[in-house]
Nanobody, 117 residues
């Protein structure tokens, strides 16, 4: 099993920045890709960004150039630096980790990001 704990959400004005963190514990060896997803009210959960253990990243088009995902394997932590935030970035952000052996997905509890106009 893997446990994920997010932190760093909050309220910010449009144009501002926030940094999210996600600390993983448990069966860390089973994890390769980690990432962030978000879910706005009344909408489905969508991919924001992912990063592999080797550092390969992938971003949704809506956040490219504004968000940066990074990872500290020694600390078992993944980060999401969010700059130039827009009201449409308002959502609950979830940390995700994928088990490379059985394909199981683990999720954090979510952290709310609210961007005011």
């Amino acid at each position: 099993q893997v446990q994920l704990v997010e932190s760093g959400g909050g309220l910010v004005q449009a144009g501002g920045s926030l940094r999210l963190s996600c600390a993983a514990s448990g069966n860390i060896f089973s994890i390769n890709t980690m990432g962030w997803y978000r879910q706005a009210p009344g909408k489905q959960r969508d991919l924001v960004a992912t990063i592999t253990r080797g550092g390969t990243t992938n971003y949704s088009d809506s956040v490219k150039g504004r968000f940066t995902i990074s990872r500290d394997n020694a600390k078992n932590t993944v980060y999401l630096q969010m700059n130039s935030l827009k009201p449409e970035d308002t959502a609950v952000y979830y940390c995700n980790a994928a088990n490379r052996f059985n394909g199981m997905n683990y999720w954090g509890q979510g952290t709310l990001v609210t961007v005011s106009s």
